[in-house]
C-alpha cells in the first residue's frame, strides 16, 4: 500500500514539474516567431546588432536575424511598422533627427529625456545603455518595441546584461578585430564568450 501511494505521489509531482515547464518556457522563447534585429550602416552597428541577435539566441532558444540598412532613420522606419523588432540607437542622434527637438548637452539629461519621449509617444522602450559614447552621436542603447517585449517577458532583463559592458577602448578594440579580417558576428561571439554573457 505504502508503494502504491508512493508512485502515485511521484506521479503526481512529475506531473506538476511538467506543467510548471511548459509555463515557464514560453517567458523564454517564443516558438516560430524570429526577432529581427537592425544593423544600420557601420561596423559598430553591425557588431553591437550581433551582440544583441547572439545574446538573445544563445540564452533563449529563439530564432534572431540581423537585418541591414542604410542608415538609422531606415531603421527607425522599420522598427515603427513593426519590421524590425530592435535596433541600436543614439541619444543625440534620435533627439536631433527623430523627435526634431533641440540639443541637450548633458548625457544622462539627455538619455532620460529621448527614453521617455520615445516610451509616451512612439511604443518603443530605451533599454541600458552599452556604455560608451560616440563623439557626434552620444550614448548607444538598444531600443525595442513595446510589444516585441510584452511577448517575451524575459527579453529586457536579457539584453541590459549588456549595458555598461563596452566602455569606449573596448568599442573601438572590437571595431579594430572586424577591420582586421574577423566578421562581426564572430567579434561579438567572442566578445560575449569572454565576458561570460553566453
Given at each position: 500500500?505504502?508503494?502504491?501511494?508512493?508512485?502515485?505521489?511521484?506521479?503526481?509531482?512529475?506531473?506538476f514539474a511538467l506543467l510548471s515547464l511548459f509555463?515557464?518556457?514560453?517567458?523564454?522563447?517564443?516558438?516560430?516567431?524570429?526577432?529581427?534585429?537592425?544593423?544600420?550602416?557601420?561596423?559598430q552597428q553591425e557588431i553591437l546588432a550581433n551582440a544583441l541577435a547572439t545574446l538573445i539566441s544563445e540564452r533563449?532558444?529563439?530564432?534572431?536575424?540581423v537585418?541591414?540598412?542604410s542608415d538609422a532613420q531606415a531603421?527607425?522606419?522599420?522598427l515603427g511598422k513593426a519590421d524590425l523588432d530592435i535596433i541600436v540607437a543614439y541619444t543625440a542622434q534620435a533627439r536631433s533627427e527623430i523627435l526634431k527637438k533641440p540639443a541637450i548637452a548633458e548625457s544622462p539629461a539627455l538619455y532620460e529625456a529621448v527614453r521617455d519621449d520615445y516610451n509616451q509617444n512612439l511604443n518603443l522602450v530605451w533599454l541600458a545603455p552599452f556604455g560608451f559614447s560616440d563623439v557626434k552621436l552620444g550614448q548607444a542603447a538598444p531600443v525595442a518595441r513595446k510589444d516585441t517585449l510584452k511577448k517575451f517577458p524575459a527579453l529586457a532583463r536579457l539584453i541590459n546584461?549588456?549595458?555598461d559592458s563596452i566602455d569606449d577602448a573596448t568599442m573601438a578594440k572590437l571595431e579594430g578585430r572586424v577591420k582586421a579580417g574577423k566578421?562581426?558576428?564572430?567579434?561579438?561571439?567572442?566578445f560575449l564568450k569572454e565576458n561570460k554573457l553566453i
Amino acid at each position: 500500500m505504502k508503494i502504491i501511494r508512493f508512485s502515485r505521489t511521484l506521479a503526481l509531482l512529475c506531473g506538476f514539474a511538467l506543467l510548471s515547464l511548459f509555463a515557464v518556457a514560453p517567458a523564454l522563447a517564443c516558438v516560430g516567431k524570429t526577432l529581427h534585429i537592425a544593423a544600420a550602416g557601420s561596423v559598430q552597428q553591425e557588431i553591437l546588432a550581433n551582440a544583441l541577435a547572439t545574446l538573445i539566441s544563445e540564452r533563449t532558444g529563439t530564432t534572431t536575424k540581423v537585418d541591414r540598412f542604410s542608415d538609422a532613420q531606415a531603421a527607425h522606419d522599420a522598427l515603427g511598422k513593426a519590421d524590425l523588432d530592435i535596433i541600436v540607437a543614439y541619444t543625440a542622434q534620435a533627439r536631433s533627427e527623430i523627435l526634431k527637438k533641440p540639443a541637450i548637452a548633458e548625457s544622462p539629461a539627455l538619455y532620460e529625456a529621448v527614453r521617455d519621449d520615445y516610451n509616451q509617444n512612439l511604443n518603443l522602450v530605451w533599454l541600458a545603455p552599452f556604455g560608451f559614447s560616440d563623439v557626434k552621436l552620444g550614448q548607444a542603447a538598444p531600443v525595442a518595441r513595446k510589444d516585441t517585449l510584452k511577448k517575451f517577458p524575459a527579453l529586457a532583463r536579457l539584453i541590459n546584461k549588456l549595458g555598461d559592458s563596452i566602455d569606449d577602448a573596448t568599442m573601438a578594440k572590437l571595431e579594430g578585430r572586424v577591420k582586421a579580417g574577423k566578421t562581426a558576428a564572430e567579434v561579438a561571439r567572442a566578445f560575449l564568450k569572454e565576458n561570460k554573457l553566453i
